[in-house]
C-alpha cells in the first residue's frame, strides 16, 4: 500500500483531518479521495470523535482535482467508465461528507479552486484565512458544465453563484463572507489555532442532539429539493463531459495548466 496523502490530529473531542500532497497544491488524486473517504469513515466510527476539521498542509487548500493524473489514466475513459468513475468518486465521496453524522468544519487558505471549492463546500462551517479565495473556472477552461456537485447556489445564493461560474473569476474571503459561504475570516497564520478553538466549542453539544439538529438543517435543504438538484447536475455534467467544446477546450485547458504548473 502507498503512504497516506493525510495526516490525522486528534485533539480531544476534535478530530483533523489534513490533506497532505503540499507539494502539489493538494490536487485531488484518486488515492487521496480513497484514503479521505476511509478517514471519514474511520471519524465517523470512533465514537470518541464529535467533530470533524477538514484542513489541508501548505500554501493552498486545494487546486482541484488532479489532472495531470486524469490525462495519464482517464482520458480515454468510455462514457460507462467516467460515469462509473466520477459517480463514486467525485459525487458519491462529496455528498457522503455532507451526510456525515458528525458536524464538520472546513478551514482553507490560498487556493480553494474547482474540485477544492466542491469538497470544501461539503462542510456544515468554514473558516477563511485571510489569503483564501474561490473559483470554479472549469466552464472556461475545460468545457465542462462546472464541478460535479453543483453546490455553489445553495451555500452562495444563485445570483452570486452564477457571477463566479459565468465568469470564471475569484472571489476573496472577505466578499465570501458576505456573501454567507463564509463563517468566519481569520488571519492567515492564526487558521489553525481559530479553527480548533471553533471546534471544541460545537464539540461540547451532546452528540446525538448534534447530529440529529444536523440531520434536521440539512432537510430544510432537502425539502428545497437540493438533492434533487445536485443529481440532475450530475446527469448533465456527464454529458458535457461528451461535447466537441470539452474536447478542444479540455486540451487546451490541460496543456495551459501544465505550463501554468512548470512555471509555478
Ligand atoms: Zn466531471
Redo the contacts with the bound molecule.
Keep these: 500500500m502507498s503512504e497516506s496523502l493525510l495526516l490525522i490530529e486528534q485533539s480531544g473531542a476534535v478530530r483533523r483531518i489534513w490533506l497532505n500532497r503540499p507539494a502539489a497544491r493538494n490536487a485531488q488524486s484518486q488515492q487521496l479521495l480513497d484514503d479521505l473517504d476511509a478517514a471519514f469513515e474511520d471519524a465517523k466510527a470512533d465514537t470518541d470523535t464529535r467533530v470533524v476539521v477538514l484542513a489541508a498542509k501548505g500554501q493552498h487548500f486545494s487546486a482541484g482535482h488532479d489532472l495531470k493524473q486524469a490525462q495519464a489514466e482517464r482520458a480515454e475513459f468510455t462514457v460507462e467508465e467516467r460515469w462509473a468513475y ?1 459517480e463514486k468518486r ?1 459525487f458519491g465521496y462529496c455528498m457522503r461528507i455532507w451526510d456525515f453524522p458528525k458536524p464538520t468544519i472546513v478551514q482553507v487558505q490560498g487556493a480553494c479552486v474547482a474540485a477544492g471549492f466542491m469538497l470544501a463546500n461539503m462542510c456544515d462551517l468554514m473558516v477563511a484565512a485571510e489569503d483564501a479565495f474561490f473559483s470554479d473556472p472549469v466552464t472556461h477552461t475545460m468545457g ?1 458544465a462546472a464541478t ?1 456537485v453543483l453546490i455553489h447556489p445553495w451555500v452562495m445564493g444563485l445570483r452570486n453563484a452564477k457571477e463566479l461560474l459565468f465568469t470564471g473569476g475569484r472571489l476573496g474571503a472577505v466578499e465570501a463572507k458576505a456573501m454567507g459561504m463564509v463563517n468566519r475570516v481569520v488571519p492567515t497564520d492564526r487558521l489553525d489555532e481559530e479553527t480548533m478553538t471553533l471546534a471544541q466549542q460545537v464539540a461540547k453539544a451532546p452528540p446525538f442532539a448534534m447530529q440529529i439538529l444536523k440531520k434536521s438543517l440539512n432537510r430544510s435543504v432537502d425539502v428545497q429539493g437540493m438533492r434533487q438538484a445536485l443529481s440532475a447536475h450530475f446527469d448533465l ?1 456527464q454529458l458535457s ?1 461528451l461535447s466537441e467544446e470539452y474536447r478542444q477546450t479540455k486540451e487546451a485547458g490541460l496543456a495551459n495548466a501544465l505550463i501554468k504548473g512548470t512555471k509555478a
Design positions: 466520477e467525485y465542462a460535479e455534467h463531459h
